[in-house]
């Protein structure tokens, strides 16, 4: 029986080899590998268009803004103003906006070690639970035990 794929396909980049490719959000695994270099790939958004192959410059312009935090949402735009043309102009666009993409960063970040910090307090709270019912167990044999 075949399965039904939800979601919707997003593009992802292979910096190696400067390809870029389609995927599932739904069946997303963190770094999936190039399916033709086998290297590590990005998520790099839903508007993302790749550039030539041989156009090395603007690869590395997009590894640039990749590495500094941009991905191609469609919402950043209007936060950030018109995404460079260049490599030289990426260095400039990324002073410019050094400040916004910071803050952004750091609310990812904290984001990040919040769910961290819940996820920690939930595993926490299930092995408080496991070991109160491991003693409630134990007091009910004992009792059985006395009878």
């Known amino acids: 029986m075949k399965t039904k794929k939800l979601g919707y396909l997003i593009q992802c980049a292979c910096f190696h080899c400067r390809k870029s490719f389609k ?6 695994e963190a770094g999936p590998k190039c399916p033709d270099c086998g290297s590590t790939t990005h998520l790099m958004g839903r508007t993302f268009r790749a550039p030539s192959v041989r ?3 603007q690869w590395r312009k997009v590894e640039m803004l990749y590495q500094a935090g941009i991905r191609f949402s469609g919402t950043q735009s209007g936060e950030l103003g018109q995404f460079p043309d260049t490599l030289q102009e990426a260095r400039a666009f990324l002073q410019r906006n050094q400040e916004t ?3 952004r960063q750091f609310r990812a970040e ?3 070690s919040k769910a961290h910090q819940d996820e920690e307090r ?3 709270e299930r092995r408080r639970l496991a070991q109160r019912r491991k003693n409630q167990q ?3 044999l004992r009792l059985a035990k006395l009878k």
């Open 122 to 124: 939930q595993i926490e």
């Open 110 to 112: 904290h984001a990040r």
């Open 23 to 28: 995927r599932s959000i739904a069946t997303w």
């Open 138 to 140: 134990a007091r009910r």
């Open 101 to 103: 993409l910071t803050a």
């Open 55 to 57: 156009a090395t410059k």
